[in-house]
C-alpha cells in the first residue's frame, strides 16, 4: 500500500495562501487518484477536492475556485494550492489515494491515512 506524506502547513493571515504537498510513492506508476480532506476537532473529517489519475480536478462548493489541486507526476507528489484562505480553512489537511478504473486497486484504495498538516488562519 502507499505511504502518504503530508507537509506544507503552517499559520497564515486571512486572504493569504499556501501550498500544501503529498509525497505518495508509488503514486503515478499505480495510477491513483488523490483526494484532499480536512478535520477540524470534534468534527468528522470532510472531502475537499480530488485530482483522478488523468488529471481531472473538482471540487467542495466552499474551496472552489479558490484551492487548486496539481499535481507532478515524476515526483509522485499532489499539491493543494490554497488561495484567499479564511478562518474557516483552519483545520488538520489529510491526502488519500483513491482506486479509479485504471488503478491498481490493491495499491491506491483506502491506504493507512498520514500525519496530515495543520493549517491555521488567522491575524
Known amino acids: 500500500q502507499v505511504q502518504l506524506m503530508e507537509s506544507g502547513g503552517g499559520s497564515v493571515q486571512p486572504g493569504g495562501s499556501l501550498r500544501l504537498s503529498c509525497t505518495a510513492p508509488g503514486f503515478t506508476a499505480n495510477k491513483c487518484g488523490m483526494n484532499w480532506f480536512r478535520q477540524t476537532a470534534g468534527k468528522p473529517r470532510e472531502w475537499i477536492a480530488h485530482?483522478?489519475?488523468?488529471?481531472?480536478?473538482m471540487y467542495k462548493d466552499f474551496v472552489e475556485g479558490r484551492f487548486t489541486v496539481s499535481e507532478d507526476k515524476a515526483k509522485d507528489t499532489v499539491y493543494l494550492q490554497m488561495n484567499s484562505v479564511k478562518p474557516e480553512d483552519t483545520a488538520m489537511y489529510y491526502c488519500?489515494?483513491?482506486?479509479?478504473?485504471?488503478?491498481?486497486?490493491?495499491?491506491?484504495?483506502?491506504?493507512?491515512w498520514g500525519q496530515g498538516t495543520q493549517v491555521t488562519v488567522s491575524s
Open positions: 485530482i483522478t489519475a488523468d488529471g481531472a480536478t
Open positions: 488519500r489515494t483513491f482506486s479509479g478504473p485504471s488503478s491498481n486497486r490493491q495499491f491506491c484504495a483506502q491506504p493507512p
